[in-house]
């Protein structure tokens, strides 16, 4: 059985057998090969899908540390800035007074911040200034009146006194600050009134007819004829400009 019969040489046979053997252990091979390439493949999408869900949870969790980290470094730092901001509103409002700036949302804003807890609100209040007369000739001294009436509806109480209550002239178009009755004059001594709805505080305020500067350190020169108008300021409330003319 294992020796080759036939009319051809030994040598022959023996080949042919090699090739059959060998060509049926290459078809096994493959064999076995494409049943499991089969059986795997069809379990390949669930694998794939389990390994995907994980992949994503643990890319999840990693990310929301680090959110959640920054989200609270984020919060220190925004408290941080708020309170910066407010320091720099109340250092506004004073720039705001001494340029001469009419923003009655401006100063409202900053007034919140210096009103003296327990007293009138700027909202409750309002403040108007006004010239004794409308024309002066040179020479004569100035006079203004500012009142101040409680607009809200109830009873409170404010500072009115010198030092938080100011009379300031500027040029017609307000871009030029000319006066203040604080400037050379200061006066911190407080005066506390007491005002009931719609009752007013008027107060009078005379002017030498000279510049100033805040400190009185410039020369105080006398204002040439023209238009002015004249404000009056508590705190950080304005008054609307009030116009009259030196002739």
Do not use: H
Not at 77 to 101: K, L, M, P, Q, R
Not at 196 to 208: D, I, L, N, Y
Not at 215 to 225: D, E, S
Request: proline fraction near 8%.
């Amino acid at each position: 059985m294992l020796e080759p019969n036939g009319p051809l040489p030994p040598e022959i046979y023996w080949r042919r057998r090699a090739l059959a053997i060998g060509a049926g252990v290459v078809a096994l091979i493959l064999f076995v090969w494409i049943v499991t390439s089969l059986g795997g493949g069809g379990d390949d999408p669930e694998a794939e899908a389990a390994a995907a869900s994980s992949s994503q949870s643990s890319t999840s969790s990693g990310q929301a540390a680090p959110s959640s980290a920054g989200d609270a470094g984020g919060s220190g730092s925004g408290s941080g800035e708020a309170s910066a901001s407010g320091s720099g509103s109340g250092g506004s409002g004073g720039d705001t007074a001494v340029s001469g700036s009419v923003s009655g949302g401006a100063a409202a804003s900053s007034s919140s911040a210096t009103v003296p807890a327990g007293q009138c609100p700027d909202q409750s209040l309002a403040i108007k200034a006004s010239s004794n007369q409308p024309n002066y000739p040179s020479g004569q001294e100035p006079q203004f009146g500012i009142v101040v009436t409680n607009i809200g509806s109830a009873t409170c109480e404010r500072d009115l006194g010198a030092g938080m209550q100011q009379v300031l002239v500027y040029s017609l178009d307000g871009q030029q600050r000319i006066w203040s009755n604080t400037d050379c004059f200061p006066n911190t001594a407080p005066d506390i009134r007491s005002l009931k709805p719609g009752e007013q505080a008027a107060f009078t305020v005379k002017w030498s007819g000279a510049t100033s500067e805040p400190g009185c350190t410039a020369p105080r020169n006398p204002v040439g004829a023209g238009a002015y108008t004249v404000v009056g300021q508590l705190g950080a409330l304005r008054s609307t400009p009030e116009p009259f003319n030196i002739s």
